[in-house]
Nanobody
């Protein structure tokens, strides 16, 4: 069965950095799209970034451009989210999700109705 497991969350001061990981397993092929979402306290879940595991195409939420970067490991089973220059407003539970490889491009961002989801990892930006 398909599973997604996030890791790397924690407490970081403003301006700091974190790298989140999403390890995928159970897919019959390595061609799919991975999206990162986040949900801050009292707010709706929002898409952050996505990547197609087929051609590497990426889409970023405007507020994280230049600060966050998504990449995939050569084994195609792990996707990383590097977060630099973290702000207090970045505090949220971060989720990874997987869907068809076209979903990232079709929706110009991570697909909110992705088929597979991890349980999330908490990122807290605070001094």
């Amino acid at each position: 069965q398909v599973q997604l497991v996030e890791s790397g969350g924690g407490l970081v001061p403003p301006g700091g950095s974190l790298i989140l990981s999403c390890v995928a397993s159970g897919f019959t092929t390595n061609y799919y799209a991975i999206g990162w979402f986040r949900q801050a306290p009292g707010k709706e879940r929002e898409g952050v970034v996505c990547i197609s595991m087929f051609d590497g195409t990426t889409y970023y939420k405007d507020s994280v451009k230049g600060r966050f970067a998504i990449s995939e490991h050569a084994d195609k089973n792990t996707v990383y989210l590097r977060m630099n220059g973290l702000k207090v407003e970045d505090t949220a539970v971060y989720y990874c999700a997987a869907d068809l490889p076209s979903s990232c491009s079709v929706h110009n961002g991570p697909y909110p109705n992705s088929e597979h989801w991890g349980v999330g990892t908490l990122v807290t930006v605070s001094s």
